[in-house]
Nanobody
Framework: QVPLAESRGGSVQTGGSLTLSCVVP????????MAWFRQSPGKEREGVAT???????HYPDSVKGRFTISRDNAKNTLYLQMNSLVPEDSAMYYC????????????????????????WGQGTQVTVSS
């Protein structure tokens, strides 16, 4: 796998905001849809947002209305804006890329599958204190 490059995690208090970034190699950027996952100690890695090549986005109920995924095509960069953060959002956050025509890029309901994503970053830590 070719790793992506997440950055700009950090520590905030409850109610605060963070925006994560992920730089994607230019030779794969246009051929994949993108997603953010997170994993906290003792839990499975879970998807929190996806965006396809047309800009369609999907979120699970746990973050809907608080998180926004976007992509800047000129910079080959993926973002995750996180607002109204709570301690339950504390986790290692990963960006990931899935094949453009695969199931992860054509969701009709929230059913993101970790196995559908080919490329992953090393993670950036987000900590939300009470």
């Amino acid at each position: 796998q070719v790793p992506l490059a997440e950055s700009r995690g950090g520590s905030v208090q409850t109610g605060g905001s963070l925006t994560l970034s992920c730089v994607v190699p230019s030779y794969i950027y246009g051929d994949y849809c993108m997603a953010w996952f997170r994993q906290s100690p003792g839990k499975e890695r879970e998807g929190v947002a996806t965006i396809d090549n047309l800009g369609n986005t999907h979120y699970p109920d746990s973050v809907k209305g608080r998180f926004t995924i976007s992509r800047d095509n000129a910079k080959n960069t993926l973002y995750l804006q996180m607002n109204s953060l709570v301690p339950e959002d504390s986790a290692m956050y990963y960006c990931a890329a899935a094949p453009r025509f695969g199931p992860a890029c054509s969701l009709s309901a929230w059913n993101l599958n970790r196995a559908d994503f080919q490329y992953w970053g090393q993670g950036t830590q987000v900590t939300v204190s009470s």
